[in-house]
């Protein structure tokens, strides 16, 4: 299974009513990036998460559920940051199942679907507990499965 997954995380709670249209989407996106995800036996599930700039976390106890290939499956992973880097003592939890069909049923790529929580504060503006919708997807000539 080792790929690389896009990621975009939104900001949940924004009202976007009255906003240009143009406008809504830069100010729902939080951040993208990649993942890149491998599955050792099952289930168990490890790899990196690549953000912004060198913002760079480990995968670690992570997870699919046992119903491969059948879905809905579920996922779960926490990410930390690596010692020595500015996102030491980061710490994120990943949630959720199988998406479908996204971005559409003419273009269905693999996707999954859930939220990611801030485990520990990073500073001021980004305080522990932060629930924010995530949607991960592969291109369609890539499927691990």
């Avoid at 100010?27 to 036996?41: A, D, I, K, N, R």
């Avoid at 953000?51 to 995968?59: A, N």
Wanted: charge should be negative; proline fraction near 10%.
């Amino acid at each position: 299974m080792p790929h690389y997954w896009n990621y975009r995380v939104y900001r949940d709670g924004v009202e976007t009513a009255g906003l240009d249209p143009e406008k809504v989407l830069s100010s729902l996106v939080v951040e993208e990036g990649q993942f890149y995800l491998s599955l050792e036996g099952r289930s168990h599930l490890y790899g990196r998460r690549y953000g912004p700039g060198d913002c760079m976390l480990e995968v670690v106890d992570g997870y699919l559920s046992e119903s491969l290939p059948v879905t809905p499956w579920l996922f779960h992973w926490v990410c930390v940051g690596f010692p020595g880097t500015p996102q030491e003592g980061w710490r994120y939890e990943y949630v959720g199942c199988a998406g479908n069909r996204h971005p559409d049923e003419k273009a269905p790529y693999r996707s999954m679907v859930g939220i990611v929580r801030r485990i520990n504060a990073h500073g001021p503006e980004f305080p522990a507990g932060e629930i924010n919708t995530v949607v991960l997807w592969l291109p369609p000539d890539s499927d691990p499965f």
